[in-house]
Structure formats: structure tokens, C-alpha cells
């Protein structure tokens, strides 16, 4: 045994004849902030909802802060912080309104309920929003909103499905630095998500997941690392069959790739490999070398065919 806030052995989760989760093995550490990386449906979101006692497991092992949540599960909840994929905030409150009166749930008393909900609209940079309703602010202000609730109980252990899903891109950075502000502060946060940049970008470790299973795990760099080569050359070209273009330069490389619109060499020496294209007679009409990323890493692992939950 570790001093693990959650652990995870063989856990497993069925929808009647239908595998969600289909034995995974993990563990979260005091302090990390660890995300679940996956396409849709691929049991990111059933492993929350277990974890967050709000779904029962099917088989296997899973403690959370070190407590059973088959029997704990009113004891664990009272220690967590959630932020469901959905905003289920009240819109017919104020912004304080929700956040003092979801403190009630948790038996914190009214003059400490406000000090901590303004402290948390501070936070989350809604201070001037705090007597305002919620049905008017932004996608990126209620998702600000909803985490504050999250963290109104100084829970030990934050939830996050899909932080950012759908907000712009300013909103987007904006969560990014609050959360990493939290871990900053020792707070544990477990996330699913499924943009590359956001698990690169906050992520001390991923648990890529496809199909029920944990594909692969490690630091987002570790994973590149050891996944892909450095770097990769893109290559278009006008004329025939991408196929025919990839057969003379299948040796150049350590992975090719055939796309509808490219061909994707991958190598640690793109610039070299490029001039190899080239001293072949080849003449690409577009070229591009990029280092390689978690993106990279993702395809390679769950495929580019697009699965429909």
C-alpha cells in the first residue's frame, strides 16, 4: 500500500453487456495533477464518476483517500471537490448565492460560508460578479463559477471532466492559470480532457485511455519521448497517388504516415531527412518540419478514425 489519495486495481465498470472500463490499474499521489486523456467514449468519464462515488464499481479495487467508496462513499464525497462536465449551477441565484448556499451541504455555518465564497469569487477573478445572476455571465465565467463551488468544502481532492470544453480560447487560458494556481497551493486534481495543449500544458502525469483500457502512461514529455520520434516532416504533393510518394521514402524514416492530404515521415533529423527527399528527385509542394507532440503520441496510440460515443 502507498499514501495514494486514490488507487485503482483491476477496476472495472459494465452497463449491462457493454465494458466502459475494463480493468485499470493507477494511482494518484498527494499533490499531482493527473489527467485522463482519451477520444469520446472511452471511459475517462466513467472512471471520474467512480472515483467520485457517484457510480459504483463493477469489479476490481478502488480506494479513495484511503476509504472504501462502497461503504464510505457519503464520507469520501464530504473530502472531494467536482466540477462535472455540465454547469448545474442555479441560475436563479446570485453568483455568492450559489457558492453560500452549496456550503450549507457540507455544514459550513453562514458567516464562514461568505467569508469563503468571496475569497473563491476572488479567486476565480468574480469578485464583481458576485451579486450578479448566473444565467447572463459567459461560458468561461459559469466554468470559473462552477469551480469555485468545486473548491467551497477546501476539498483534498478536485475533479475536473472536461474543464474547458467548448470555451474560446481566451476563457480557456484563463481556467488554465487558476488551475495551476491550485496546484501551486498542494491542491490534488484529477482531469479528463481531450485537448493535446491543455494535458501538456497542466498535467504532471497522463493515463492516455481507449476503449476501457490505460494505453499508455507518463509525464506528457516522457510520452512524446517515448512514443515518437523528435521530430516530424510533413510532406504535400500535387500530383498522384500519395501512396506511390510514400513507397520511395518509406527507408528515410523510422514511421511513415499516409494521410488523404500528406505524408507524415517521422525521424529525429527532420532537416535531414528533407534534403534526403529532395536528393531523390521528389519535389513536395508544401514541406513542413515540426517537433513532435502529444498529439502525435495520442493518434499513434487510439487511431485517427473517429469513433462516435
Aim: net charge neutral.
Amino acid at each position: 500500500m502507498t499514501d495514494a489519495l486514490v488507487r485503482a486495481r483491476g477496476l472495472t465498470k459494465r452497463f449491462g453487456n457493454l465494458t466502459a472500463v475494463a480493468g485499470v490499474d493507477f494511482e494518484v499521489e498527494p499533490g499531482e495533477l493527473v489527467g485522463f486523456l482519451g477520444p469520446n467514449g472511452a471511459g475517462k468519464s466513467s472512471i471520474m464518476r467512480m472515483i467520485g462515488c457517484v457510480s459504483p464499481i463493477s469489479g476490481g479495487e478502488l480506494t479513495v483517500l484511503g476509504m472504501d467508496p462502497t461503504r464510505q462513499g457519503t464520507a469520501i464525497r464530504a473530502r472531494l471537490g467536482v466540477c462535472p462536465q455540465e454547469d448545474i449551477l442555479d441560475r436563479e441565484l446570485t453568483c455568492l448565492e450559489n457558492l453560500t448556499t452549496y456550503a450549507r451541504y457540507f455544514g459550513i455555518g453562514r458567516a464562514a460560508a461568505r467569508q469563503r465564497a468571496g475569497e473563491l469569487l476572488a479567486f476565480v477573478r468574480l469578485a464583481d460578479r458576485a451579486g450578479s445572476k448566473v444565467e447572463p455571465l459567459s461560458g468561461g465565467m459559469k466554468r470559473r463559477l462552477s469551480i469555485a463551488r468545486a473548491l467551497i468544502n477546501d476539498p483534498e481532492l478536485v475533479l475536473l471532466d472536461e474543464p474547458t470544453n467548448g470555451l474560446d480560447p481566451q476563457a480557456r487560458h484563463l481556467l488554465w492559470e487558476r488551475l495551476y494556481q491550485l496546484k501551486r497551493q498542494g491542491v490534488t486534481q484529477i482531469l479528463t480532457t481531450h485537448y493535446m495543449d491543455e494535458a501538456e500544458q497542466l498535467c504532471d502525469r497522463l493515463l492516455i485511455v481507449d476503449h476501457g483500457l490505460i494505453v499508455a502512461t507518463g509525464a506528457p514529455r516522457e510520452l512524446i519521448a517515448g512514443q515518437v520520434t523528435r521530430e516530424v516532416v510533413e510532406l504535400r504533393f500535387n500530383s498522384g497517388p500519395l501512396s506511390s510518394y510514400a513507397e520511395k521514402l518509406d527507408d528515410l524514416c523510422h514511421r511513415i504516415e499516409v494521410l488523404p492530404d500528406r505524408i507524415l515521415l517521422y525521424h529525429d533529423d527532420g532537416d535531414g531527412v528533407v534534403q534526403a527527399v529532395y536528393q531523390r528527385g521528389l519535389r513536395p509542394a508544401g514541406v513542413l518540419v515540426r517537433r513532435a507532440s502529444l498529439e502525435d503520441v495520442f493518434l499513434r496510440l487510439v487511431g485517427r478514425s473517429l469513433v462516435e460515443a
